[in-house]
């Protein structure tokens, strides 16, 4: 029996609203914040789109391989290394960001154009999120999609549960995929707004908040860094 | 117009000390959250009053680790219930979504399930079981949990 008709699947779309309000701010919105400070020209929608939809998809997957197994530790044992290295790959990201969007860093001279420093980070900001074409914010969804996260660690437990009340692998694939859809799509709100809001405004009033987002962005980034070394 | 462009950065600057100020507010000081511990489930179940009888609260196996398979168990003295308990597992000040332990009734007044307690990224380790009873209310349990 399918669970898309289940009660399950509202409670957890409202669960995803009301978590993504009160939690998935504090950890996808730095991320998120970033990405809208560094979307300065051309389409600032796909990029957010394509970002969610990738993490989101990242979920479905967690959440079909619970439902297949019926077993959450089982499957969490096996991807906490890559959930710890994720973890801090987010930390660097955003320090990156906040680094090439700071203008008191960028005036000393390391970190000008031509120079060693600026030419790395430079060159690995392209790579990680200033790829070309937007599609590249898909992958980078996938990927942080992984970060480990408490609210996302009960859906899918849930998922697990319904997998192992399903008559078959396939159907608990589909419940577990399921519970974490509507997960995933309930804390798209909060994360759009929040990106929105980081989004907007005319040049002068984005500079300002480049100055002060800049090294915000660096804290957060290091404590993310730190969080995932001991993760 | 004119005012959306005042408010949009003050809002988003709000939005940025909001977030940078997150771990503390979301997760408070751990030392204001050991306060609140009332359960040493890592050494000895747990009692609490309630009606005219007790509530008794414990996990297992010892150490009690987040990310493990944990046996819950709850025992009644002098309660009637009507139905099996039901664990509510939250952090104490933080939305972690509905984690809930249902249980079996394994011999009069005893009753066990199985549950999970995640591992918060944040570091922090205090989580609460509120244990509702049918018809009677609920008991809540604030213990520490090992990562």
């Known amino acids: ?231 | 117009m004119k005012l959306n462009k005042k408010i949009f950065p003050i809002l988003s600057m709000l939005l940025l000390f909001f977030i940078v100020c997150m771990p503390d507010v979301l997760f408070a000081s751990e030392s204001k959250k050991k306060k609140q511990i009332n359960c040493d489930i890592q050494n000895q179940q747990c009692v609490q009053p309630i009606l005219n009888g007790s509530i008794v609260f414990d996990i297992q196996p010892k150490p009690v680790k987040a990310m493990k398979d944990l046996t819950f168990e709850v025992k009644v003295k002098d309660i009637n219930l009507t139905g099996s308990p039901i664990i509510d597992l939250s952090m104490p000040g933080m939305k972690m979504g509905k984690n809930k332990v249902k249980m079996k009734m394994i011999v009069k007044g005893v009753y066990q399930g199985t549950g999970i307690i995640v591992r918060c990224p944040s570091g922090k380790t205090i989580w609460q079981a509120t244990i509702n009873l049918s018809g009677i209310g609920s008991a809540n349990f604030i213990f520490d949990v090992i990562y």
Request: proline residues 4%; charged residues 5%; positive net charge.
């Open chain 1, 1 to 231: 029996m399918y669970i898309f008709a289940d009660t399950l699947f509202w409670v957890f779309l409202t669960t995803g609203f009301t978590v993504g309000f009160g939690h998935c701010i504090g950890m996808c919105g730095p991320i998120v914040i970033s990405m809208s400070l560094n979307l300065k020209t051309g389409n600032t929608v796909w990029p957010h789109v394509l970002y969610h939809t990738g993490r989101v998809s990242t979920y479905c997957l967690l959440g079909g391989i619970m439902g297949v197994t019926g077993s959450f530790t089982m499957v969490t044992s096996q991807i906490a290394l890559i959930q710890k290295i994720v973890l801090i790959f987010a930390g660097v990201l955003i320090i990156f960001m906040g680094v090439l969007m700071s203008p008191w860093l960028t005036n000393f001279s390391c970190f000008k154009t031509g120079t060693g420093v600026q030419t790395f980070f430079s060159k690995a900001f392209s790579l990680l999120v200033g790829l070309k074409p937007t599609l590249a914010y898909f992958p980078l969804g996938l990927i942080l999609g992984l970060l480990p996260c408490g609210p996302v660690y009960t859906v899918l437990i849930a998922s697990a549960r319904a997998g192992m009340e399903a008559p078959d692998i396939y159907t608990g694939f589909i419940n577990g995929m399921v519970l974490m859809l509507a997960f995933g799509i309930g804390t798209i709100p909060a994360l759009s707004l929040v990106g929105r809001l980081a989004g907007v405004g005319g040049i002068k009033q984005r500079q300002m908040i480049y100055k002060a987002a800049s090294i915000i962005m660096i804290g957060v980034g290091i404590y993310f860094v730190i969080k995932g070394i001991q993760y």
